[in-house]
């Protein structure tokens, strides 16, 4: 509908991509569950096969007849343009049916046997896995560089050969360690004739407070699970670039590969958009309130959040680059796995479970859960120690999580205190 650039993002999300008209007035878009669409005319349906299948270009306002939903539907051309306002520079985005499928298919779309791809460690385990065991079979190389490090990463981008893409995740979870965008975007452009594409995994920090296209990124991904959902209630995932070009490559992928967003998830995406800022802003405040007060306990022997940060490195990336310090907050306790295993048998508000961005607070202990895959030396180099903790702040009232928080690591800290003195006895 409207697609004037100079309206607000919450403002845009919630008009543009979406005309009532072609749904019988509905104010709100309605659920196309159909696989299949009837065309309008044989040679409407000729011209909307040359279109998908790139044999010819739509013009300007032209809009082909809908094919078959693994191909597109319109869930998913309401949610991509709605999409769009949300990332600064973004001119078209894409939707698929998980994170990984996002992350799978932008490096099944840009790499090729013989090429490279550099991405920052600690990543996430799956894009690790993908990486490391499934894409080397096919003859991409791939290499982990601690994240954080710019002149290293910046050397690396200039240095390593036939390197197609860099995929990088900032802030790397779980110890929120920032990595230099456009630091690694100047290294990618000096490589000539081919500079490799810079990816950037946008989940733990947008679309909110980061805008890596903004910063000169190629493509930004997103695991949709997270908070562009915001309720723990379905999987998905995104993809939005500036070049245009990009996703329609991408989108040739994903009509091989099926793994399109299905129209009902589309739907539940799309109602939950106008509200991400919002659920966003809350968890971070949630997570400043309750940072400085975390790090002063006597259990708590180190606290990972932007506000507490110390390396200079780390604080010019965190200004540069992001507009909040955001709802992800670990702690490392004393006492190690004991401490840790015995904070998460007493919280009560914040449940154990793993993912983030929903509007609940959730905890878990990567060591054991999420990055149970990492050898003792990835978890050394990333910061996964016996005791780290991992909180995902939700947009519950931060006095009542703090109480809840506090109160765990009191009993924690009275058991093992019990557990020393016994020791002695
Ligand atoms: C940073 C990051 N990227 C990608 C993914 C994968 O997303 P999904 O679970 O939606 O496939 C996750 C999942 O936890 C994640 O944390």
């Keep these: 509908m409207s697609d004037k650039r100079d309206l607000h993002p919450p403002t845009e999300v919630l008009t543009r991509g979406f005309d009532p008209s072609l749904s019988v007035g509905s104010a709100r878009p309605a659920v196309f569950r159909s696989s299949t669409y009837v065309f309008s005319s044989p040679e409407s349906a000729e ?9 010819a270009q739509a013009l300007p306002g032209e809009r082909p007849d809908l094919i078959y939903s693994r191909l597109n539907h319109p869930n998913a051309e309401i949610l991509e343009d709605q999409l769009v306002p949300l990332e600064k520079y973004a001119a078209a985005a894409l939707v698929f049916n998980s994170g990984m499928a ?18 920052t460690l600690p990543i996430y385990g799956g894009t690790q896995h993908f990486l490391q065991d499934f894409l080397s079979q096919w003859g991409v190389r791939s290499f982990g560089i601690p994240a954080g490090r710019t002149a290293a990463i910046a050397e690396a981008i200039r240095t390593t050969p036939s390197l197609a893409l860099v995929l990088i995740e900032t802030p790397a979870n779980p110890t929120l360690v920032m990595t230099d965008i456009a630091g690694a975007v100047s290294a990618a452009r000096e490589r000539s004739p081919k500079p490799p594409l810079v990816v950037v995994d946008n989940t733990l920090m947008g679309p909110a407070f980061q805008h890596p296209l903004a910063l000169g990124a190629d493509l930004c991904l997103y695991s949709a699970t997270k908070y562009l959902s915001g309720f723990s209630d379905m999987i998905g995932g995104a993809a939005i670039a ?8 991408m989108r040739a992928r994903r009509v091989m590969f099926g793994n399109i967003l299905q129209p009902d998830e589309c739907w539940i995406l799309d109602g939950r958009l106008p509200t991400v800022g919002l659920r966003m802003n809350r968890s971070s405040k949630n997570a400043v309130r309750m940072a400085d007060e975390l790090a002063r306990h006597a259990q708590v022997k180190h606290v990972y959040y932007p506000t507490l ?3 200079a490195e780390q604080k010019r990336i965190y200004h540069a680059q992001c507009d909040y310090p955001g709802g992800m907050l670990s702690m490392e306790l004393h006492g190690g796995k004991p401490a840790a295993f015995e904070f998460l048998r007493h919280i009560q508000i914040a449940r154990d479970a793993v993912s983030l961005g929903g509007v609940e607070t959730l905890a878990c202990h990567p060591k054991t859960t999420t990055h149970s895959g990492f050898s003792e030396e990835e978890s050394r180099q990333a910061g996964v120690t016996d005791g780290l903790v991992r909180l995902s702040i939700g947009i519950e009232d931060w006095r009542d999580l703090l109480a809840d928080f506090l109160r765990a690591l009191d009993l924690t800290h009275a058991k093992l205190s019990r557990q020393e003195v016994g020791a002695a006895d």
């Design 47 to 55: 011209r909307a096969f040359d279109i998908a299948s790139g044999r």
């Design 102 to 119: 996002a992350i799978m298919t932008a490096l099944l779309t840009f790499t090729a046997p013989g090429e490279t791809v550099l991405y």
């Design 242 to 249: 500036s070049d245009a070009a990009l996703i329609q490559a």
């Design 309 to 311: 940060f110390t390396d």
